[in-house]
């Protein structure tokens, strides 16, 4: 069965300008997560989406970032006006459901390097 | 404020060998526990959950076990393979009602042949 999907694989940009992640999460799956993996602070947290409740935000780094996740599905996770320091690895996660006691499972990630 | 720390950061091991990684939590309440392993450049792969009834997890060479009273888990890897070369991150949900995970910094093992 198809897993956790990501696009694109590697984003090299420009400081300054807009960049979009993407997210397919397994099929029949209602929670998906976005995590970031940098040198320097290890994996952390983005933002959190169950269902059609709002979106669990803590964990955005500034109001440059934002996601979305369209019919329960596919997430797009947008980064504006970029800076270096948002270089890093961006991983996707998704589990049955949104309760503690579900197994997440992620996609391979996206390497964005900020020039 | 929940904080993962993995012992040790690297470990490096003949093959066959047994051996163990520590993953501890500040604060005890955690609910469940997940350990992944990861590739140089890959993602993360799921290898044990245990919810916050269990006490361990079996998967073939893999046993984790979470101590909730101390705020410990450990992945026991058994007969080690070169194979099973890769970072070993725990994390765990710091609530029942968040899905987040929070993740220790992993432990590096090389298996040497």
């Known amino acids: 069965g198809a897993g956790v999907s990501q696009s694109p694989s590697n984003k090299v940009t420009e400081k300054g300008k807009d960049v979009e992640l993407r997210c397919d999460p397994i099929?029949?799956?209602?929670?998906l997560y976005w995590y970031r993996q940098s040198l320097g602070q290890g994996l952390e947290f983005l933002i959190y989406f169950q269902g059609n409740s709002a979106p669990d935000k803590s964990g955005l780094p500034s109001d440059r970032f934002s996601a979305e996740r369209t019919g329960g599905s596919v997430s797009t996770l947008t980064i504006q006006r970029t800076q270096q320091e948002d270089s890093a690895v961006y991983l996707c996660?998704?589990?049955?459901?949104?309760?503690?006691?579900?197994?997440?499972?992620f996609g391979p990630g996206t390497r964005l390097t900020v020039l | 404020k929940q904080e993962v720390t993995q012992i040790p950061a690297a470990l490096s091991v003949p093959e066959g060998e047994n051996l163990v990684l520590n993953c501890s939590f500040t604060?005890?309440?955690?609910?469940?526990l997940q350990w992944f392993r990861q590739d140089p450049g890959k993602g993360l792969t799921s290898l044990l959950l245990i919810q916050s009834s269990q006490r361990e997890q079996t998967s073939g060479r893999l046993n984790a076990s979470l101590d909730k009273s101390s705020g410990r888990s450990t992945l026991y890897i058994a007969a080690s393979q070169p194979g099973d070369s890769a970072t070993y991150l725990c994390a765990g949900h710091g609530s029942s009602n968040t899905g987040k995970l929070i993740f220790g910094q992993g432990t590096t093992l090389q298996v040497k042949p």
């Open positions: 996660a998704s589990s049955l459901q949104g309760a503690t006691h579900n197994e997440q499972f």
């Open positions: 604060d005890s309440a955690i609910y469940n």
């Open positions: 099929s029949g799956h209602t929670a």
